[in-house]
């Protein structure tokens, strides 16, 4: 079973199709299926669906028409066409407009579409912790093109003031722009900004993560391959910088590129040309690039990781997203809104008692504006009472200072009362999921492995229930 929370929903007019989907996925994802579009919109306002696939020729509501309607009421889910005819027009443009993510060609193959699912999965848990001031409006904007200042990014006016001044500024011109950053800081949300606000805010918007793919897998992404170019090359596939072309393609942790894979991304940047894998042909593409990395890139080029003559041309400009802790000024409007997006999404509405205010301000925010959504989506999930209070946040004890004065409870101190409250919340998810350490883990919002740790240092033992 894939790690992600979200499900995937598959849609189709063909009973075939739906059963062969689910005995290939069922296992591997939360899968969903629909045998119509309205259906499918049902499905959707009951649970949060990650990735959507539509067969386009339906009757009644097409897929691409169901995908154009899922854009204004659900833009963080991925959109995917799956169709035996790869090069309609209908669908090209339904790409290029930010309806489809990408397209799936019938009968498609096995491997193919869970990879596409995976980086489905992946893109649209990313979305969810996208900083933004209305839960819709800026997706919406960015997709449709509309702009109005209830789309501006929380902490545009604060800690990010900095940087999207920058970023505005560097969308006018169409050099590469390098963007980096911890883990969880928005980098996608930034290079999304700059294409909105550049000349090539009509033409696609391609993101690619160049860590989720491996060597020869992402080199078939990126270029596109041939007929017969390899096992299970059953037909000619575009790659990402074609479907790009016109636009703008966002290559995600540039950091985690191979060495043959760097020196043909330079040959894109330096000539303006692709070679499929399995081609000779030379393709002109004419796309933007930005690329984002939380690696340290400099440090990676004289480690010899990292190509010098790639780097210099993928940092002509260079944004650095401050992590969270870094603009402490932006957490009580971000709490805000998380509170209203998750709140709305779950038909609950909860206040938060004002002491819970210091102690987000005293984290560390390791997973920085990613962790700040993901706690107050627990919080609101796992609260009883009309406010949100501490216990209902699951923060974790080493990421926090030592408590100051003011931070200082009745019965000792801060951590010492963190530390009590989170071996319960342990010890509680254990018992919920029947000593299964990996659902334990997902139901607190830590990895497996920090579950581990805990165990061990607070002497927990729970064996799992058969």
Same mark, same amino acid.
């Given at each position: ?5 979200? @499900? ?26 629909? *045998? ?78 869970? @990879? ?5 999965? *992946? ?19 960015? =997709? ?19 940087? %999207? ?38 033409? *696609? ?19 596109? +391959?041939? /007929? ?31 060495? !043959?894979? /760097? ?8 000539? !303006? ?16 690039? #930005?690329?984002?990395? +939380?690696?340290? #890139? ?21 944004? +650095? ?15 805000? +809104? ?9 038909? !609950?509405?909860?206040?938060? =008692? ?7 301000? $005293? ?17 609101? %999930? ?15 004890? =080493? =990421?926090?200072? %030592? ?6 409870? $009745? ?7 963190? !530390? ?9 998810? #254990?018992?919920?999921? /029947?000593?299964?350490?990996?659902? *334990? ?15 061990? @240092? ?9």
């Amino acid at each position: 079973m894939s790690s992600s929370a979200l @499900a995937v929903l598959f849609v189709d007019d063909e009973p075939g199709d739906l059963e062969l989907f689910r005995m290939q996925f069922e296992g591997v994802f939360a899968v969903r299926t629909a *045998a119509t579009g309205d259906e499918a919109l049902e499905i959707m306002a009951r649970e949060p669906i990650g990735v959507l696939l539509s067969d386009d020729r339906m009757p009644g509501m097409t897929g691409v028409d169901l995908l154009a309607r899922a854009v204004v009421s659900w833009p963080d889910t991925v959109r995917v066409i799956v169709s035996a005819y790869s090069d309609s027009p209908r669908l090209l443009r339904a790409i290029n407009r930010g309806h489809a993510h990408e397209y799936i060609v019938k009968p498609w193959d096995r491997a193919e579409l869970a @990879a596409c699912m995976m980086r489905g999965l *992946a893109i649209s848990e990313r979305k969810r912790a996208l900083v933004t001031q209305a839960e819709m409006g800026e997706l919406y904007a960015r =997709d449709t093109g509309e702009q109005n200042d209830a789309t501006r990014m929380v902490g545009e006016r604060g800690g990010l003031e900095d940087v %999207v001044g920058l970023a505005r500024r560097a969308a006018r011109a169409n050099a590469t722009v390098l963007i980096t950053g911890e883990t969880g800081t928005g980098k996608e949300l930034i290079a999304r900004m700059v294409h909105d606000a550049s000349p090539r805010t009509r033409g *696609a918007f391609v993101r690619v993560n160049c860590a989720a793919l491996a060597e020869g897998v992402l080199e078939s992404e990126l270029f596109g +391959h041939e /007929q017969g170019a390899f096992t299970g090359a059953h037909r000619l596939r575009r790659g990402r910088f074609e479907i790009a072309h016109g636009g703008t393609i966002f290559l995600d942790e540039i950091g985690e590129l191979s060495a !043959k894979v /760097q020196a043909a991304l330079l040959r894109v940047l330096q000539e !303006k040309e692709i070679e499929r894998v399995g081609g000779t042909a030379s393709i002109s593409v004419d796309v933007r690039v #930005l690329a984002a990395t +939380h690696r340290d #890139l400099r440090q990676r080029v004289r480690d010899g990781q990292f190509r010098e003559d790639l780097y210099y041309r993928l940092a002509v400009v260079v944004l +650095h997203v401050p992590a969270l802790r870094e603009r402490r000024q932006d957490i009580r409007a971000l709490v805000q +809104h998380f509170l209203t997006k998750h709140g709305r999404r779950i038909g !609950k509405q909860s206040a938060l =008692d004002p002491e819970v205010t210091e102690y987000l301000e $005293a984290y560390s925010w390791p997973g920085n504006v990613r962790e700040l959504e993901n706690m107050v989506q627990r919080a609101l %999930v796992l609260a009883t009472g009309p406010e949100l209070t501490v216990e209902d946040f699951a923060f974790h004890v =080493d =990421d926090l200072p %030592v408590a100051t004065a003011h931070l200082r409870s $009745a019965g000792g101190s801060l951590r010492d009362d963190l !530390k009590d409250e989170e071996r319960r919340r342990i010890i509680g998810a #254990l018992d919920d999921c /029947q000593g299964n350490q990996s659902k *334990a883990a997902r139901l607190l919002g830590m990895p497996r492995r920090t579950l581990v740790e805990r165990l061990r @240092a607070y002497g927990i033992t729970r064996k799992r229930k058969e």
